[in-house]
């Protein structure tokens, strides 16, 4: 008894009008896209850079991720293309699905690395503020694999399980483990857990970008092997799980080593940016940058008027211990002074007495003289 299940799409293109073709898968590359270089720009401005800097270098990027992606995928799976009563041709329709990650970002990194010298920015910074914004992007563009019925699994009964209806290229119709949809979710906690550990570890000189490529890897060796379409295998395991240990150990290799060799963050990521430049994504960094600004201007102003204020209150005491040393030497002063003519006084006062005793000494003797002449 069917209880839940993801249904697919009828069809994976639609006509407009009767004549233009859209197809669903190519939507989910380009929407991924638009949501890689938003969001890659967003963290640029946020690192100092300029606006534009990332669409400017992802216009080199992309095309050559694109070519990359398609290259991996037809060498990888050459017997979809060049085996007996397949057509070669159908090597160069991207549209109908057939896009090697490992190939896309090792393109995609050569022409990153030509826009970011014609732009003369590091190409590690510019990594490191789109990688969140890649594994966005690879998100979303899962779900173009939705719409061609495409990347399941083995087949299951869980309430989630992908319901193919497509009998295109030996597929069989039934209920199997929704890969597409393990990935897309893996791939959004990626770009969860970059921002994050950029955040609190300040994350430079491509370790961001090596994280993405670490964490994404991590998740793809498993989703891999529940996987049940046509693939190589080596030793057991199929060909891309082994590409997943290989270029998960070199992630980690890179971040080892570059955070012994240079650890920090780039403080420069666009030489010559100016405060000027500024668009819509950047007003809040601006605004948030102005506000830290006026906060530590205030705080200085807060300082000194308190360190003023102490000083004055020293002169102040200062002063008011000098009048106070002033006044009580000057009350010694008088006081000995008073003391030394009380002394004084005293003496004169007793000169006094003796003169008198003498005189009345003197008139005695006269008066006993004139009484014996008598």
């Known amino acids: 008894m069917e209880i839940a299940y993801i249904p697919s799409p009828s069809r994976g293109v639609y006509e407009l009008f009767g004549v233009i073709p859209l197809r669903g898968y190519a939507f989910c590359i380009i929407i991924g896209v638009f949501v890689a270089v938003w969001l890659g720009n967003r963290r640029w401005i946020a690192r100092g850079g300029r606006p534009g800097t990332v669409a400017d270098v992802a216009v080199w990027a992309v095309p050559f991720g694109l070519v990359g992606?398609?290259?991996?995928?037809?060498?990888?799976?050459?017997?979809?293309?060049?085996?007996?009563?397949?057509?070669?041709?159908?090597?160069?329709?991207?549209?109908?699905?057939?896009?090697?990650?490992?190939?896309?970002?090792?393109?995609?990194?050569?022409?990153?690395?030509?826009?970011?010298?014609?732009?003369?920015?590091?190409?590690?910074?510019?990594?490191?503020?789109?990688?969140?914004?890649?594994?966005?992007?690879?998100?979303?563009?899962?779900?173009?694999?939705?719409?061609?019925?495409?990347?399941?699994?083995?087949?299951?009964?869980?309430?989630?399980?992908?319901?193919?209806?497509?009998?295109?290229?030996?597929?069989?119709?039934?209920?199997?483990?929704?890969?597409?949809?393990?990935?897309?979710?893996?791939?959004?906690?990626?770009?969860?857990?970059?921002?994050?550990?950029?955040?609190?570890?300040?994350?430079?000189?491509?370790?961001?970008?090596?994280?993405?490529?670490?964490?994404?890897?991590?998740?793809?060796?498993?989703?891999?092997?529940?996987?049940?379409?046509?693939?190589?295998?080596?030793?057991?395991?199929?060909l891309n799980e082994w590409t997943s240990i290989v270029v998960f150990l070199l992630a980690v290799l890179y971040i080892v080593l570059s955070a012994r060799r240079r650890p920090g963050r780039e403080e420069v990521v666009e030489p010559g940016a100016s405060d000027g430049d500024t668009d819509d994504d950047g007003a809040a960094v601006k605004l948030d940058k102005k506000s830290e600004d006026e906060d530590s201007e205030t705080k200085d102003s807060e300082d000194k008027k308190s360190d003023a204020e102490k000083s004055e209150a020293k002169t102040s005491e200062a002063k008011t211990s000098g009048a106070k040393t002033s006044e009580a030497a000057k009350s010694e002063d008088e006081k000995e002074t008073a003391e030394a003519d009380s002394e004084s006084g005293s003496g004169s006062a007793e000169s006094e007495t003796a003169d008198s005793s003498s005189s009345v000494e003197a008139k005695d003797e006269e008066a006993e003289s004139a009484a014996k002449k008598a």
């Not at 991996?72 to 699905?97: C, N, R």
């Not at 173009?144 to 009998?167: C, K, M, V």
């Not at 000189?205 to 190589?232: K, P, S, T």
Request: charge should be neutral; charged fraction near 15%; hydrophobic fraction near 45%.
């Open 69 to 238: 992606g398609r290259l991996y995928h037809v060498i990888t799976d050459y017997q979809l293309y060049f085996s007996e009563g397949q057509d070669w041709v159908d090597a160069f329709k991207i549209w109908e699905g057939g896009l090697g990650i490992w190939g896309a970002i090792a393109f995609g990194a050569v022409g990153a690395w030509i826009g970011c010298r014609s732009r003369g920015v590091p190409l590690p910074a510019w990594a490191d503020a789109l990688a969140p914004g890649i594994a966005l992007a690879q998100a979303i563009g899962r779900w173009g694999n939705w719409f061609n019925q495409e990347l399941y699994g083995r087949e299951t009964d869980l309430p989630w399980a992908l319901h193919i209806t497509s009998t295109t290229d030996g597929r069989v119709p039934g209920y199997y483990h929704p890969t597409f949809l393990y990935e897309s979710l893996w791939c959004i906690g990626v770009a969860v857990l970059v921002i994050w550990a950029d955040r609190r570890f300040k994350l430079g000189h491509g370790r961001a970008f090596a994280l993405y490529v670490a964490a994404y890897c991590a998740g793809r060796f498993w989703i891999e092997a529940m996987r049940v379409d046509e693939a190589h295998h080596f030793l057991g395991m199929r």
